[in-house]
């Protein structure tokens, strides 16, 4: 195929080529008879200029943030949500955008499930919460909870830049980003979308079982192969203490050293180790915060040691 | 009419394992479902559809390189009581376990379509296929090559979990997939010290979700940590009978052969088996 992206003439082009991403790609005189003549001009070797737009939308966000895990169900949404909150808590203006289109949780958790949302002259407004969080999800432009979006790729990352581009975030200190497990084409496009304005970090997230760490590990190759900085590790459901006898069980055994040892080899910060407690799952389930639900308890210690971190991560 | 792919013409059962929702035991139901099919002396054949994240294979204690033959590729396979079990995975084709699998839409419906295509299935009474989370191309490209499949769907008690599901049913219900039913996973611990039981992903998902779309709710599975160290070092095998949500996947196993009308003795038992 053409190799379009640094404008390279192609071998079987005529003589006369101004090169696939120039405006006049197969509309000059010379392009007839050009096997390319088709593809160059409909415009789809021009450079795409998403990443500029991105960068000039969201120019009034101060740090942007990814949490991202490889594995499904680890708690990427809810610990998206507590970050959130925690920063909330200390003052700072927050938005987050669930870009798991296929799974969206985040707006259950945040407690605005089956909000809508406005469109304007400046485009799409977020949902707020309660504590002034902007939030926005494909959940919110779905009709019902029983529609599946049933997309393929192309259009899950149109979908992104719409979120990016289209959404009125006004000014943010930080923006967080939910993503779907995996490494796919959703991921791909965050990073494509964000080559200009740059991903200040991300956060991942694990539970303590190999079959979790391994693909974490892949998710850390992700970053270092798309340079993402690396905030941390956070390891989740790590142990449950019984509430009547307190003994302590591992739910998800640490066959292979759990989140330290992954941190430990792959040379990242391990963040902090959230216990599994059942009030998370209800909190969830309803839309409330075990931040403010039980602000004393050790998971709440924990999650306050994670914000603090990224804060600290995020300081200039 | 659809071509019916050259790898799976003899394959009587396909049994698709979907969830929407991440990390409620797709892969964990395959290896287990696949590990009781096998013990009752059926052949059973395993796919992972899961190309970013394939644990099945960790989890069946399958190691080791695909290779191909004049027929196509050959599955790993190995013994289980008095059937067989052959796998198919991603993983069994890369060398470095750690990378990535970066790949946009169609290179993995394209990988999907010569798991089913190329690969030498051979005559197996089960096809069971793990799936990722979401709605993905890979969902889509299992659908397309095998219309009808019948479909079993996990979800953890939680209403954020059955909400995904939800929308894994409608995906379902328009793909023409025959749902045999749903499975609850992470239903309740019960704590080894003084046995009282907790609800750690909350409760009544599962049999709300089966309700409310007027499927079979094939039964819950408690939370086994026995069964999760097990999985990690693949020595499911040898250990099955010590882990205790093995007895409710074996009823669950026994639930849907009757839906599906299939006899719980394969043809092919061994004497004495």
Known sequence: GINAEYGEIPENAPTSCPGPTSNNAGKLDGCAGCPNQKLCSSGEFKSDNSPAVVKEHLIGVKNKILVLSGKGGVGKSTVTAEIARGLAMQDFSVGVLDVDVCGPSLSRIMGVNGEAVHKSSSGWSPVYTLDDIAVMSIDFLLSSEEDAVIWRGAKKNGMIKEFLCSVDWGDLDYLIIDTPPGTSDEHLAIVSLFKQSKVTGAVLVTTPQEVALSDVRKELNFCRKLKIPVIGLVENMSTYTCSKCQTKSQIFPATSGGGAALAASENIPMICSLPLDPLVGRSGDNGLSVLNEAPDSGISNEYRTLVDHVVKFCQP | ?273
Not at chain 2, 59 to 66: D, F, P, S
Not at chain 2, 79 to 94: F, M, N, Q, T
Not at chain 2, 209 to 230: Q, R, T, Y
């Open chain 2, 1 to 273: 009419t659809t071509e019916v792919f050259a790898g799976i013409a003899s394959v009587k059962q396909i049994l698709g394992v979907l969830s929407g929702k991440g990390g409620v035991g797709k892969s964990t139901t395959v290896a287990v479902i696949a590990f009781n099919l096998a013990s009752r002396g059926f052949s059973v054949g395993v796919l992972d559809a899961d190309l970013c994240g394939p644990s099945l294979s960790k989890m069946i204690g399958l190691k080791g390189n695909i290779h191909s033959c004049d027929q196509g590729w050959v599955p790993l396979s190995q013994p289980v009581g008095a059937g067989i079990i052959s796998a198919v995975s991603l993983s069994y084709l890369v060398e470095n376990q750690d990378q990535a699998v970066i790949w946009r839409g169609p290179k993995k419906t394209a990988m999907i379509k010569q798991f089913l295509q190329d690969v030498c299935w051979g005559e197996l009474d089960f096809l069971l296929i793990d799936t990722p989370p979401g709605t993905t191309d890979e969902h889509m490209a299992v659908m397309e090559c095998i219309p009808n499949c019948s479909v079993i769907l996990t979800t953890s008690p939680q209403a954020v979990a059955a909400a995904d599901v939800l929308r894994q049913v409608s995906f379902c219900k328009t793909t023409g997939a025959n749902i045999v039913g749903i499975v609850e996973t992470l239903s309740g611990f019960v704590c080894p010290n003084c046995s009282d039981c907790s609800l750690l992903f909350n409760q009544g998902g599962g049999k709300r979700l089966a309700d409310h779309c007027k499927l079979e709710f094939l039964g819950s599975v408690p939370i086994d940590p026995n069964l999760a160290k097990h999985l990690d070092s693949g020595t499911l095998l040898e250990n099955k009978d010590t882990c205790v949500s093995y007895l409710s996947y074996c009823e669950i196993v026994t639930k849907v052969l009757d839906i599906l009308g299939v006899n719980c003795e394969p043809m092919q038992a061994e004497d004495g088996g």
